[in-house]
């Protein structure tokens, strides 16, 4: 899908006692995403590398919430985590890639994690953060 044919944003709502960023789009889907998510697929350097090798694998955010919603242009945000985070800028087309493959990226990140002898920590949904 290019950025031209990719629906366009019509809402978003940081909720966070949940820890989620809902997004809406004028197609008529919504998505969840939680922060967690966000964090550990963000699109800076940082995260997703600076070739084209492997993106790093980052653990350790399941209670990381998103301080501030910053506007960048008419395309994108850049989201500020409470970790420190805050150099991913996410298009609106990113944004609505991520929803969509959400439960395949969800599960793979997982997968990556159990490899690495990674193991989730359990956070209350509203836990403070």
């Known amino acids: 899908m290019t ?9 978003m709502t940081l909720h966070r006692r949940s820890r989620a960023l809902e997004v809406a789009f004028d197609s008529g889907e919504v998505f969840q995403l939680p922060c967690e998510y966000l964090r550990v697929f963000s699109p800076s350097a940082e995260v997703r ?8 694998l980052v653990v350790g955010k399941e209670a990381v919430n998103i301080q501030a919603i910053e506007p ?5 945000v850049r989201l ?7 150099s991913g800028i996410y298009t609106f087309g990113q944004l609505h890639t991520l929803g ?5 990226n969800w599960s793979a990140y997982l997968a990556r994690l159990q490899s690495a ?12 953060s």
């Open 3 to 11: 950025a031209a044919s990719a629906p366009r944003l019509t809402a």
């Open 49 to 56: 590398g600076h070739g084209a090798g492997p993106s790093m």
């Open 72 to 76: 960048t242009g008419h395309y994108a």
């Open 80 to 86: 500020v985590f409470d970790d420190g985070h805050n």
């Open 100 to 104: 969509l493959e959400q439960a395949h």
């Open 117 to 128: 002898g990674y193991t989730r920590k359990s956070i209350p949904q509203d836990a403070p």
